[in-house]
């Protein structure tokens, strides 16, 4: 099976002392970094997403910042391609789907930042698009939210939309199980 790798906005902004840090992102980090490993050693295709916020009114992501940069545990290579976006779906206004297309692959497995915002943003117009789709759970992380005076932890926000990811838009797994049955087709 051939599949694509899609690294959504793994950047220094969302790590702890960045502009706006989310629940457990060195470990998602970590398992995106295994991930990637595991398809650059395979010869799979990657591609890097980098959100740039250009506005006046931008919080975090800003061009020119520490924090818009890719974190180091997923660099892109000199020949891997990052792809700049402005919104939370990777699709919109950029040319991710051509490269999807391009690649002529039968998988695009999603991992990233922000599971409640971009990743799934990113998943459900890939499903939209046709794609079939895979998400590697272990290597997305989200932040704590807040709603109607509640506030909904990190790894719960994690969860609830994962769950509803899995619910008709992907198959989610984790960097582990993804590995494993790559193993056991080849």
């Given amino acids: 099976m051939a599949r694509l790798l899609v690294i959504v906005d793994i950047q220094n902004d969302y790590f702890p002392g960045g502009a706006y840090p989310l629940v457990g992102t060195e470990a998602a980090a970590d398992r995106a970094s295994a991930l990637l490993a595991y398809f650059r050693e395979s010869g799979e295709p ?3 997403v980098q959100h740039v916020w250009d506005a006046p009114d931008a919080t975090f992501m800003r061009p020119g910042t520490h ?5 180091d545990a997923v660099a892109p290579l000199a020949d891997e ?3 700049l976006k402005g919104s939370p779906n990777s699709f919109l206004g950029t040319d991710l789907e051509q490269r999807v297309r391009d ?3 039968d998988d695009v497995v ?11 943003s990113t998943v459900r117009a890939a499903a939209d698009l046709g794609f079939a789709v895979t998400v590697a759970s272990d290597a997305c992380a989200a932040p704590d939210l807040e709603f109607g005076g509640t506030v ?6 994690h969860a609830a939309f994962l769950a509803a990811l899995g619910d008709g838009f992907a198959t989610v797994t984790t ?10 087709e080849a």
């Fill in 81 to 83: 391609p990052v792809v």
């Fill in 175 to 184: 960097v582990g199980e993804l590995i494993q049955h790559a193993h056991a």
């Fill in 110 to 120: 999603i991992v990233g930042m922000m599971t409640s915002m971009c990743v799934d």
């Fill in 152 to 157: 909904i932890p990190g790894d719960v926000v």
């Fill in 103 to 105: 690649a002529a692959v």
């Fill in 67 to 71: 924090g818009v940069e890719i974190n």
């Fill in 46 to 48: 990657v591609v890097h």
